[in-house]
């Protein structure tokens, strides 16, 4: 998986862009350098637009694991993310929104980049 990540000091979200199969291992190092960016600029939004993936290779396991390493690596519950996904990559990243609830972090599928951002910007969501 190809990504390209920024940080909007105007909007205060990070923007990152992904292309390729999504999997865990590009996903891990993409998460280190999104949560590194944020520390950096006291950001605690994201947009994350995987709208170009091509393919899925995360397992059950690995999407059920990732609050784990969120926490371990100090990601604060304060930290909202909101994901663009294809309709056909619904039932695992739904899944990875349960999970992510489940275990007090703030993270949410939508299938337009539109509503995301609408979500980020609902001061009743922060």
Request: a neutral charge.
């Amino acid at each position: 998986m190809e990504w390209k990540m920024h940080y909007d000091e105007n909007d205060q979200i990070i923007y990152t862009k992904t292309s390729g199969v999504l999997e865990i291992k590009s996903a891990e190092i993409m998460r280190h350098e999104g949560i590194a960016l944020a520390k950096k600029h006291n950001c605690h939004r994201g947009l994350l637009d995987h709208s170009e993936i091509m393919g899925d290779e995360l397992t059950t396991m690995d999407i059920y694991n990732l609050p784990k390493k969120y926490n371990e690596l100090g990601v604060p519950r304060t930290f909202r993310l909101a994901l663009v996904v294809p309709k056909r990559f619904m039932e695992n990243l739904k899944f990875y929104e349960t999970v992510c609830h489940n275990n007090g972090y703030s993270m949410s599928v939508f299938f337009d980049r539109e509503t995301a951002l609408a979500w980020l910007n609902n001061v009743n969501n922060r």
